[in-house]
């Protein structure tokens, strides 16, 4: 008789999986008692709270979102269970019942004294209500609940629980009478003071915030909450600035402020002082990803080429070599994004293009573009492959790459005939980018960015009364629009006419941007114009210390060279010519002043 076949492994694996024992189980022997089953734990449901809760959440299911909450409320009155209360305070807040949540949540607090979860959410309810003049014996209940462990994190949050309320300044005010007694626990006197502080930003007094901030960063010069906080306030309060400092200086600064930091100086277009914290932090955190990004960037954007290479393509490698990459995703949200690449990394393979195309290695340049296929970039990818083929001489070719990009939308068209324009600016074809963008305008006539590039290419036409008539259609579109002012003061002071007028509309830009080092150079330029020198270099050499651009360095390197200072104005003028040798401002300086370069 023949013997019977052995089974698979792959048919055992299936035998345990239908039988749920484990594959070591069938080889043990028969006799042995099986392990007892774990004891049974019954719910505390009984069958009225079951048909409560079905009948409660199929009312609700049917829109009848008010029986539903009596149903729940009921329930947790009788059952003194804290989801159940929770979920009457949710069904009521679906349905926009504010009087009805803040009833259940006092009846939660009836029903657990003790809880400190009842007592915040009637908090944050009187809050969401509007009704601060309650608010204030439940606030000090609610610290006085909060077991010592817990007590650090429901400071922090206390301010949030009353940010809704339209009388701001009282809720910062009761924010600050709740905390008070804490205060007097030195653990404690840090968050109490930063909370506080929160509490009267939100209300929008910055003198407060500011204050509570320097005595938080005093107390603890290592508390990173301070830091955060100067670096809220920083937009209205520059003088927030030194908290930051003091952080970074007391040795305890983490990556997280740093980068927080470098965001709020690229803010300022202070690139300088953002590459030196950017040094910091990959110094610091040598195989982080991120930072080498906006390094590189920065690097680019300061025209230092072979110190933006080197940080991409660190980044490059840490990114691919890392074995579960960050993805740095983009804000679309579909299908396609799991075939996508890396967003990151799409944005390092640009820069990497852009450094390749400023050292005139073409090929380079496109074999970087090569590497991307993500269809969200077609407009970047196509923009810097027409740019490259123009600065080859190859114009026909470089706007023939603008007919494959797709035109969806009317926004669609008007990125596309920006990008064209912007091209053709590139390599001085001022006529063709006027010609594209008066086609786009005709299109959108009110649109501001629009009215504001073809102002830029009628002063490069010499067509100035066009270039004045289209940005102050600007401004009337667009109040707001720093730059319109900017270029209009600019392009005044530059011609020498009407300059209290060109002062005021740059001072009104500066107004609008503060600190922006192309305004403050603005401003610098006019005030020379004016004759006032000590001003112009004062506002020259703070625009060139925060962003050394070529044609800044033209314009402070005037100053220097008109005040006597003949050997700095050279240094700063070589430096311009090391980033930009070919730039028209600083090219034009020198011929004038007969100064050889």
Do not use: C
């Amino acid at each position: 008789m023949a013997s019977r076949p052995k089974r698979p492994l792959v048919v055992l694996a299936a035998l345990m999986a239908v039988t749920g024992a484990p594959l070591q189980a069938l080889a043990q022997p028969a006799e042995r008692p099986p392990a007892p089953p774990p004891p049974v734990t019954n719910s505390s449901m009984d069958a009225l709270l079951f048909y409560q809760l079905l009948l409660g959440e199929l009312e609700l299911a049917n829109g009848k979102a008010g029986t539903a909450y009596e149903l729940v409320l009921e329930a947790a009155r009788r059952t003194r269970h804290d989801d159940l209360f929770r979920r009457a305070v949710d069904i009521a807040v679906q349905g926009r019942a504010g009087d009805q949540a803040l009833a259940a949540a006092r009846s939660w607090r009836v029903a657990k004294p003790g809880s400190a979860d009842a007592t915040r959410t009637e908090v944050q309810l009187l809050g969401a209500l509007d009704r601060l003049s309650e608010a204030a014996e439940p606030m000090r209940t609610l610290v006085a609940q909060i077991p010592a462990a817990e007590r650090g994190a429901m400071i922090a949050a206390l301010p949030r629980a009353v940010q809704r309320a339209s009388d701001r300044r009282r809720a910062a005010q009761l924010v600050q009478d709740a905390l008070a007694p804490l205060a007097k626990d030195a653990s404690l006197a840090v968050p109490v003071q930063l909370a506080t502080a929160r509490a009267w930003l939100t209300a929008g007094d910055g003198d407060r915030a500011l204050t509570l901030a320097r005595d938080a960063q005093r107390s603890d010069p290592t508390a990173p909450g301070a830091a955060l906080l100067a670096l809220e306030l920083l937009p209205t309060k520059p003088e927030a600035e030194e908290i930051v400092r003091s952080h970074f200086a007391s040795g305890k600064a983490e990556a997280p402020i740093r980068l927080a930091y470098v965001r709020s100086l690229m803010g300022q277009q202070r690139y300088v002082e953002a590459v030196s914290q950017l040094d910091t932090a990959v110094r610091e955190q040598p195989d982080v990803a991120a930072p080498y990004l906006t390094l590189g960037a920065l690097h680019l954007e300061l025209r230092q080429f072979d110190a933006s290479e080197v940080a991409l393509k660190r980044y490059v490698e840490l990114q691919q070599g890392a074995a579960s990459p960050v993805a740095q995703t983009s804000a679309r949200d579909d299908d396609d994004d799991a075939d996508r690449p890396e967003q990151g990394l799409v944005e390092a393979w640009l820069l990497l293009s852009r450094v390749a195309e400023q050292r005139g290695d073409f090929k380079a340049a496109e074999d970087w573009l090569a590497r991307i296929e993500d269809p969200q970039r077609v407009l970047e990818v196509q923009s810097r492959r027409a740019l490259i083929l123009a600065r080859q001489g190859r114009l026909a070719d470089a706007r023939a790459a603008f007919t494959l990009i797709p035109e969806r939308t009317p926004e669609d068209a008007k990125a596309k005939a920006m990008a064209e324009a912007a091209m053709l600016r590139e390599v001085k074809q001022w006529q063709d980018a006027w010609t594209v963008l008066s086609a786009a305008a005709t299109r959108a006539p009110e649109d501001a960015e629009l009215l504001y590039e073809q102002a830029m290419v009628a002063e490069k036409l010499d067509r100035h009364a066009d270039a004045e008539r289209l940005l102050r259609r600007a401004i009337e579109v667009k109040p707001e629009s720093a730059h319109a002012y900017n270029a209009l003061g600019y392009s005044l002071a530059d011609r020498g006419q009407r300059l209290p007028e060109a002062r005021d509309l740059i001072a009104r830009a500066l107004a609008l941007s503060p600190g922006d080092p192309f305004i403050t150079d603005s401003l610098g330029w006019v005030e020379f114009r004016l004759g006032n020198h000590a001003e112009a270099l004062r506002l020259l050499r703070l625009a060139y210390a925060s962003r050394p651009d070529v044609e800044i360095a033209a314009h402070l390197g005037e100053v220097l060279w008109t005040l006597g200072q003949h050997d700095e104005a050279r240094k700063v003028w070589a430096e311009g010519r090391t980033r930009d040798a070919s730039n028209e401002v600083l090219k034009e300086t020198l011929a004038r002043l007969k100064v050889q370069p």
